[in-house]
């Protein structure tokens, strides 16, 4: 099976502008969360998708947003860009929303704003 | 509720000891406890996961980790450090549910020759 995909995964922005970036998960998986890391920050959980429908989001400003398709592949957007946003995006998809179900996670997508 | 918490930010061993990666978590219920590498600029890659079978669990490269629920713990070792097991691990606890996925605060481990 092919892995998680993200697209792009290099992007440089300028601040208030608007970015969308993509995932695609394992084929089958049915669960996509999205994750910012910062080396001050470190990992942190943005919002997880399951069939659609928002699970769980952690706390972002409203800037930040996500979606899911149909075939599971999600999108998120960040608007109004600023510096800090600067930060490597990490998707991660997993069959279902159980506790026992590892995420697998795809090279991120490293997001620079200037 | 559930939380975890990675006791040491860095830990620094010479090739060829042993390692020690220590991770406490706190949860209402039982949860399933996981353990990811991430080497430089690349995504987490699992190295293994408890899901209340056995509680001393074997991963990849190596490395085992032993779930104890007296002391709420879930230490990742490994016998012998390698010079490519430099990286940042994260200890990760789900109850699953609407409980979404909580990550530590990642361990960094140094290799030195």
């Known amino acids: 099976k092919a892995g998680v995909t993200q697209t792009p995964r290099y992007l440089i922005k300028t601040r208030g502008q608007q970015v969308t970036l993509s995932c695609s998960p394992i084929?089958?998986?049915?669960?996509v969360s999205w994750y910012q890391q910062t080396p001050g920050q470190g990992l942190q959980f943005l919002f997880e998708?399951?069939?659609?429908?928002?699970?769980n989001k952690g706390n972002f400003p409203g800037r930040f947003s996500g979606r899911q398709f149909s075939n599971s592949r999600s999108e998120m957007n960040v608007s109004t860009l600023e510096l800090g946003d600067s930060a490597l995006y990490l998707c991660?998809?997993?069959?279902?929303?159980?506790?026992?179900?590892?995420?697998?996670f795809g090279p991120g997508t490293r997001l620079t704003v200037t | 509720a559930q939380s975890v918490t990675q006791l040491d930010s860095h830990v620094s061993v010479s090739e060829g000891t042993p390692v020690l990666l220590r991770c406490n978590y706190s949860?209402?219920?039982?949860?399933?406890l996981f353990w990811y590498v991430q080497h430089p600029n690349k995504g987490l890659q699992l190295l293994l996961k408890?899901?209340?079978?056995?509680?001393l669990v074997k991963g990849i490269n190596g490395f085992e980790a032993e779930f104890k629920k007296s002391e709420t713990s879930f230490h990742l070792t490994k016998p012998s450090a390698h010079m490519s097991d430099a990286a940042e691990y994260f200890c990760?606890?789900?109850?699953?549910?609407?409980?979404?996925?909580?990550f530590g605060t990642g361990t960094k481990l140094q290799v030195i020759p």
């Open positions: 991660a998809s997993r069959p279902g929303t159980g506790g026992f179900y590892e995420q697998y």
């Open positions: 084929s089958g998986h049915r669960s």
């Open positions: 998708y399951f069939s659609e429908t928002q699970r």
């Open positions: 949860s209402s219920y039982s949860p399933s």
């Open positions: 408890y899901t209340s079978a056995a509680t």
């Open positions: 990760v606890v789900n109850r699953g549910g609407y409980q979404k996925v909580t």
